[in-house]
């Protein structure tokens, strides 16, 4: 199983960035999916995570900003991040248990 991350980048403070992540060598449909974040220096925490069946949840601190989407057909997890703040300054990684992907980098300038 490989879960291949991309669109990290540099974003000023208020912009907006659209994360994917695509799976090879699993069953998609069927699996739950989710986006941890890892700031320097502080633990791997979970950003939101989505169900087989499309059900949603997301961190406190996302408030509203963030929406994750998966498209079954094309096997590609997203997390569109509007409103982004210096806070969110991390390394994003998407995961399905047991696998992670490899990480892509936000940097949020103020």
């Known amino acids: 199983v490989q879960l291949q991350a991309s669109g990290g980048g540099l974003v000023q403070a208020g912009g907006s960035l659209r994360l994917s992540c695509k799976a090879y060598?699993?069953?998609?449909?069927?699996?739950?999916f989710g986006w941890y974040r890892q700031a320097p220096g502080k633990q791997r925490e979970l950003v939101a995570d989505i169900s087989s069946s499309g059900s949603t949840n997301y961190a406190d601190f996302v408030e509203g900003r963030f929406t994750i989407s998966r498209d079954n057909v094309r096997r590609i997890l997203y997390l569109q991040m509007n409103s982004l703040k210096s806070e969110d300054t991390a390394v994003y990684y998407c995961h399905s248990q047991p696998y992670w992907g490899q990480g892509t980098l936000v940097t949020v300038s103020s």
């Open positions: 060598g699993t069953n998609f449909k069927i699996n739950r």
